[in-house]
């Protein structure tokens, strides 16, 4: 019995997951960024390419990168906001590489 409710389970996430997926995959991708120059510049990420900072520290920094010259560092508690009204779409997919105490990895 446990069986079939993990199958039924794994059935509705693949169906309710799965086609929302499969939509963004026909779409362009509507705003990416690595934070590079010309667009964002070393310091403070508020009003950077229409990014705020409402609380904490948000800094443009070239001492630690994954890519490129250039990285966003968030201090702790820190909240930042990137409006993406007028894309058309109710999906917004994060994609990024972190470090610090509690993230394991390079």
């Known amino acids: 019995m446990d069986y ?3 199958m039924i389970h794994i059935s509705l996430f693949i169906v309710c997951v799965g086609i929302p997926l499969s939509l963004l995959g026909q779409q362009s991708i509507p705003y990416q960024t690595g934070f590079e120059p010309p667009t964002f510049t070393v310091g403070s990420l508020h009003n950077q390419d229409n990014w705020l900072v409402t609380e904490g520290v948000a800094e443009v920094q070239t001492a630690k990168t994954y890519e490129g010259s250039q990285a966003v560092k ?6 930042v906001v990137k409006d993406f009204n ?9 994609q990024g590489y972190f470090c610090g105490a509690g993230i394991s990895g390079t």
């Open 4 to 6: 079939i409710k993990r």
């Open 86 to 94: 007028g894309s058309g779409l109710s999906i917004v997919w994060a």
């Open 74 to 79: 968030l201090e702790s508690n820190s909240t």
